[in-house]
């Protein structure tokens, strides 16, 4: 029997850490700002309704995803992950099924990931699953406290944690599946007794094995997926995170890539095989490249179709063009 997805993604944060005058998740990573990242990872798994929770410069947050089938919530003081969630609950009322919670600023998550964690929590019949990755440094990262049959008793932020909890290397990732009903009954029984004075999402794992329900652990192979963009370093490593994945795939489909790290083709570009592309090449928009051809270095096309068999001189920059 399938199970109704509803998607809700927290987008309120200010994101203090990136000393900026722009709300963290419009910074942008490889062509777009990082939420629209997270809203195409979530796209392929079909919700049947996605609440994209917003607050701080809201109204920019909702304009830049105007775009999106998605509705909004407005978080309007920012009381923590579990007051942000229970800002869904009037928009997702009187539905049944399961939520997919996760936040805005993870961009690298992979559509594939979601998709095996929401398939592996519905075939189990779970009330509740947690995305983990073992981390090689999970600063900044809730730890994962296990029970003495291995399985997930609580979550422990890290500002909560006491020497031995910090020693964990297992952390949350920020992803839950979690069953609608359980969701907001849990989220009203969650106090604010910690360091920051918030209502925390993670304490939904301690409710609901007080209630005697097992917790499911999904653990996410590879920890840069679950990477939160934080800062300006972070964001630089999740651009050229993106470029690398996206290189790749185009090179294991015939395109030759000369220097790759310094060539940037937006996800919406296609490029045919035996095509050549030099250095410092920068491709966006509905640009479309036929087969064989050879991109010059320093060409930056926006929304051109290149023809077949062409060459595309060097310091070329065009918009709207046909070529060859």
Known sequence: MSVAIHVIVLAAGKGTRMKSDLAK?????FFAPMVCHVLESTRHLAPTKTVVITGHQAERVEEALSAFPVSFARQEEQ????HAVLVAEEALRGRSGMALILCG??????PHTLQTMVATHA?????????TTVAPDPTNYGRIVANAQGGIERIVEEKDAGAAERAISEVNAGIYCVDLAFLFAALRQVGTDNKQGEVYLTDIVAIARSQGIEVGRFVCSDPLEI?????????????????????????????TMIHPDSIFVENSVVVGRDTEIHSHCVLSG???????????????????????????KSF????????G
């Open 25 to 29: 998740v419009l910074h942008p990573v």
């Open 123 to 131: 075939r189990e019949q779970r009330t509740l699953s947690v995305m």
């Open 105 to 110: 600023d993870t961009p690298l998550v992979m």
């Open 79 to 82: 009381l923590g992950t579990g």
């Open 286 to 312: 509905n640009t479309v490249i036929g087969e064989s051809c050879r991109l010059e270095p320093f060409c930056k096309l926006v929304d051109c179709r290149v023809r077949d068999n062409t060459l595309v």
């Open 227 to 255: 990477t939160g963009v934080n800062s300006r370093v972070e964001l630089a490593r999740a651009n050229t995170i993106m470029q690398q994945r996206r290189n790749r795939a185009l090179m294991l489909d015939g395109v």
């Open 316 to 323: 070329s920059d065009l918009r709207d063009q046909t070529l």
